[in-house]
């Protein structure tokens, strides 16, 4: 997930087009040494997944600071609109796992330790 970051980041900053965009990302799965590539097959999927993405978040603007009749802000996005961008996102829900077992102990609900993943 970091390379991909890291490819949207470059991609962004520079304002790449497509065409050098899709070199890079070939680039990138020649010579890398992972068996299932962490990049897009094309950087068209990937702009249209940061277009929904940025879509949904509404920031916020807060004044931290006051120095020398300069005011410094913070920008913002709450955890929640995160959490909900991210869980209404089909293409981050497909990835999701979701095995559920209905244990009971004395007829009360029972869990597994929960930062195993194993729940």
């Known amino acids: 997930m ?6 949207m980041t470059l991609v962004t900053k520079h304002n790449l087009n497509n065409k050098a965009s899709n070199t890079i990302i070939k680039i990138f799965n020649k010579h890398s ?13 990937s702009r ?18 006051s120095y020398n009749n300069v005011e410094y802000f913070i920008h913002y996005c709450s955890i929640v609109n995160c959490i909900e961008n991210l869980l209404s996102n089909l293409e981050i829900i497909k990835h999701f796992i979701y095995n559920y077992e209905d244990l ?7 869990y597994e330790e929960q930062f195993t993943g194993n729940w």
């Open 2 to 7: 970091e390379a991909y970051a890291d490819l």
């Open 33 to 45: 040494n992972v068996s299932i590539s962490p990049l897009p097959k094309n950087i068209v999927v």
């Open 48 to 65: 249209r997944y940061m277009d929904k993405m940025n879509s949904r978040f509404s920031y916020h603007k807060y004044s931290i600071l």
């Open 104 to 110: 009971a102990f004395e007829e009360e609900k029972s």
